[in-house]
């Protein structure tokens, strides 16, 4: 361990012996006390001489390396002489030898005899993963240690090649890692680097043609984008539509052919062969009704269709008198079948049920009046669908 005047070189990895030379003892002379104090590091040692040296053994210090203390080496109760402390890191017990006469430090050299060249029986080097020592390890006589690595990139001061925890990224300047959680990415935010979750704020505008997989959400397409091929589609172009044959003037319709093969499901109709027949199921149910009024009702059969247009349902048949009473029967003149029947009142209602409610095409629909009592203003209404 090299020394310079006024330091002592201690280490902070294995103790380190310091042997005090008083200069001014002579044989014969009393021993001596001599007190190593560094206040920076907590020591405060007293050690008595033999033969004029003191041996004091210091304990691996606390402190980072080259960190250098105030220090005070006192014999007796003399005046303290000042020094310096230099913190180093030793593999092995370290002894420096200092010389002092009564009042300072004048010199100081390892206590075996100073620095120079020689040999060694067994000197060995052990690196981290990542290194590798290059000739002879350990080295028996002399000779120099040769380190080479493979490692490239960002290499922590402990050797290490790799980073590891939540927080590694921290052991970089100038980043700061605070509760990472999935997905998030490092953001310089203008003074250092930290982990955040992007929003789409973040994401810079992109060229389309960066965009090439995936399919576009229809809210991403603006609507000009499809209008504007609009002009050069025709229906035809369309998947199971055929127009071309039987529409394709004015008032012609587009309808679904349930019967047609693939490529002829959407078939043209011209408007001189539109029928009802074309639209048989197709067409949603229409709800409509007839109603009759009747000032001074009579016991006999009035007609209310003569000629039924389209096929429909009777869904409801409902009588009132603005006073006296009588019978009501809603009949199927065509089929000779009752339909529904009503004890007609001033109060008014439906009949309690219906049957035979299915009219076809062309067929006759009357009500029979009957056991008429003064009844007067008779309100009939028939409702049906088709």
């Known amino acids: 361990m090299a020394c310079t005047p006024t330091r002592i070189e201690l280490s902070n990895s294995a103790t380190t012996t310091v042997q005090v030379t008083v200069a001014s003892w002579e044989s014969g002379d009393p021993e001596l006390t001599v007190t190593l104090e560094v206040d920076g590091l907590s020591i405060d040692e007293t050690a008595a001489t033999s033969s004029g040296v003191a041996t004091i053994a210091i304990a ?3 402190a980072s390396n080259n960190a250098i203390y105030d220090a005070t080496i006192q014999i007796n109760s ?30 100081c050299a390892p206590s075996a005899g100073g620095g120079g060249s020689g040999t060694v029986t067994s000197v060995g080097l052990n690196v981290p993963g990542g290194f590798t020592v290059v000739g002879t390890n350990p080295i028996t006589t002399s000779g120099t240690f040769e380190i080479t690595s493979a490692l490239s990139g960002i290499i922590k001061a402990d050797g290490a090649a790799t980073f590891s ?9 100038g980043v700061v890692i605070s509760l990472p959680v999935a997905k998030q990415v490092l953001y310089y935010n203008g003074t250092d680097w930290r982990n955040v ?3 789409s704020g973040d994401i810079p505008s992109l060229d389309a043609s960066k965009i090439t997989s995936g399919t576009f959400d229809n809210a991403r397409i603006a609507e000009s984008n499809v209008t504007q091929y609009a002009s050069s589609i025709d229906l ?37 062969s539109i029928g009802l027949s074309e639209f048989d199921n197709d067409l949603p149910a229409v709800q409509d009704s007839y109603l009759m009024l009747i000032e001074a009702p009579s016991d006999k059969t009035y007609i209310i269709d003569g000629r039924v247009a389209a096929g429909r349902t009777v869904t409801n048949f409902y009588a009132k008198t ?4 009588c019978t009501a029967t809603l009949k199927n003149v065509t089929d000779a079948t009752t339909i529904g029947t009503i004890s007609v009142t001033s109060t008014g209602g439906s009949a309690a049920s219906l049957s035979n409610t299915a009219v076809t095409e062309n067929e006759r629909l009357s009500i029979e009046i009957s056991s008429n009592s003064s009844s007067a203003d008779l309100e009939l209404v028939v409702e049906y669908t088709q």
Do not use: C, M, W
């Open 78 to 107: 003399n005046r303290p002489a000042t020094a310096e402390v230099l913190v180093t890191e030793t593999n092995v017990a370290q002894a420096v030898g200092i010389t002092i006469d009564d009042s300072d430090v004048t010199y």
């Open 60 to 62: 691996a210090v606390s």
């Open 236 to 272: 035809n172009d369309l998947g199971d539509v055929n127009i071309a044959t039987g529409a394709g003037n004015d008032g012609d319709l587009v309808y679904f052919n349930n019967s047609g093969g693939a490529g002829d499901k959407f078939k043209g109709v011209a408007r001189s």
């Open 197 to 199: 979750s992007l929003t």
């Open 322 to 325: 603005a006073s006296g009473t």
């Open 165 to 173: 925890g939540d927080a590694a990224l921290n052991d970089l300047d």
